[in-house]
Structures are given as C-alpha cells and as structure tokens.
C-alpha cells in the first residue's frame, strides 16, 4: 500500500458526540461534518453518531447528497446558500434542507423549507436590517424552519454578547414570519459558553473530532485521527544530501517514508531529517509504519495554523481505517 494510514477512532467520535449531547440537552443538535467530516470520513463520522444526534451540516450540497446517497436519514443543513439554479435543484432533489443568506438564494430556493442566516458581524454569510426585510417578503409565511447566526471571536466575552442581542433581534423578526423558527448561533466555541448561547439548537464541529477552539479547553474530548507514513526505502548514505537538501551532519542511513507535502503536510515542518519532498521524507527512524499525526492542535502550533486547517488536509491521500475501542 502506498497511501498513507490513517486510523480514526469511531469510539472516540461517539464519546465526543454524546458529551456536546450533555452539555446542550435536548436541544436540536447538528453535527457539523463538512469537508468529508473534518477529513475523517463523513459518511462513515455520519454514521457512527446518527442516533445522538439530531441533523448533520454541511458546507455544500454535494457533500449533503453524499451523506443522502450513503442512507443518513435525518435532516442535512447545507450552510453555504445556493449559487444557482443547478445547486438549487441538487438540493432538492436529495431533500436536503438550503440555507438562505440573501435575496438571490431567497429566489433560488422556490418554496423548499429553508433556514435563513443573520449577519451578526462576522460579514461572511447571512443579511440584516433591510435585506432582511426583503428575504422574509420572498419566502412564504411558515417556510422558515430555522433561523441562525454564526460567532465570530468567540473566545471574547464582550463581542459573543454583541452578536447574541443582534441575534435575537433578527430572531424576533423572522419568527414574526415563521413563528416555528427555531434559533441555532452557537458553533464548538459558543456551545461551551453555555447558557445564553445555546438557543434552541447548536451545530457543533471542531468538539465531534476532539479539539476545543482557541479560547476553550474541554478535558473530556477525544483526538480520534492519528496518521502514519509506511517505510518504502532503506539505503545506505551515498554523497551529501539529504532529499532535495545538503547534509549538515553525517548520516550513516537512512530511511524514506512515502508521504510528502502532496499528501497534505506541510513542506516548511520538518519530518525526519530536513523538509519533505512532494511525495515522500527520509529519516533516521526505523518503523514499518511511522506515526507523524497524532495531535492536531501540536502540528498545528508547528505550523504556525489552527487544527481545522491541519485535520481537513492530513487525510488527503490516506487510506482510511475505522477503529472502535473498548477503554472509551
């Protein structure tokens, strides 16, 4: 096998699930698995977790219609809003649930059931004020079925309660409309500020594969990916270099592991002995498989990046393996 290895503990989803489960209650709880579940698989993340939870979101319909395709039943919320007639017309067709951020995709989505995204001051998705206005005398009366926002700095106090009064402004004014609505603002970062934050519903992401955001610890999470590279040359050292660099030491052998930045890894973080070439590192460890991922928040720091960034690429071109274990 050539691939990677990456091993991805089911069990330790599961306990990451049903703890964000104690902390809301019974309230609607989405699990976030967009960009193939955080790079774990997200049919088979979807799978694992389906009866603790009440919904899964996704980034875009074609991620929900993976998800539909591999039988997840519950309700699939596609956060990005329709760009066009052909997104719309996906999202219908597997019955996944689009989200409306502005006039256009209040147009785009006809009469489907919908949520509707409020601008609470991070600017990237969702309207307020007079767009607002204008969304809610497009779509039907009762056709909203959720209503959400989105915190940005949510490690900041005085900036999540901001957005929380902004949010139930706008709340107010949808249920005006759809008095059904039900309100979602908290992501991982809001959903352990607890309290105000968590509304009728929350959709949780980061927490699902074991890391809390920056801001937040949670001793109770889970890491559940770990990646290997699997040794594929062995030589003594001939000449001066070490992959594409020059020795600064001399080595007597060496070893070549087949991963590289193409896979996902960083080429300025060096594993093994220097930086990584496109598809492959040499070291002067020994193992049939090496662990080089076993922590994201720790490559992450290497990286000078966050841990959603570092998990959504390791797995690239990885063959995945799916582990249940009995301790958890």
Known sequence: MQKTLSVINLSAIRSNAQFVRSLVGNRFFWAVVKADGYGHGAAEVAREIEDIVDGFCVAIADEGAELKINGISKPVLVLAPP???????KINYYGLTPTVTDVKS???????????AINTGMNRYGCFG???????????????????????????AMHCKRQAAAFR???????????????HL??????LRGGE?????????????????KGFKAAALKPA?????????????????????IADRAYKRLYTY???YADGFFRGVPLGEKTLCMDAFVGTERAEYLPVFTDAEAYAARCGTISYEVLCSVTGRSLRVYERTAEI
Do not use: W
């Not at 760009?83 to 017309?89: G, K, P, V």
């Not at 402004?169 to 249920?175: K, L, T, W």
């Open 83 to 89: 760009l066009d007639f052909e997104d719309a017309e």
């Open 106 to 116: 209040a147009r785009l989505v006809g009469k489907m059931k919908c949520h509707v």
């Open 130 to 156: 007079k767009e607002l206005d204008e969304v809610l005398s497009i779509l039907d009366k009762g056709q909203i079925e959720g209503v959400y926002s989105h915190l940005y700095a949510a490690e900041n």
């Open 169 to 183: 402004i706008a709340v107010d004014r949808v249920r005006a409309h759809s008095p059904e609505a039900f309100a």
């Open 186 to 191: 908290s992501a991982s970062g809001g959903i």
């Open 197 to 213: 934050y968590l509304f009728g519903g929350v959709r949780c992401g980061l927490m699902l594969y074991g890391y809390a955001p």
């Open 225 to 245: 990916l770990k990646v290997y590279a699997r040794l594929s040359h062995e030589t003594e050292v001939t000449g001066g270099g070490v992959g594409y660099n």
């Open 258 to 260: 087949r991963l590289g």
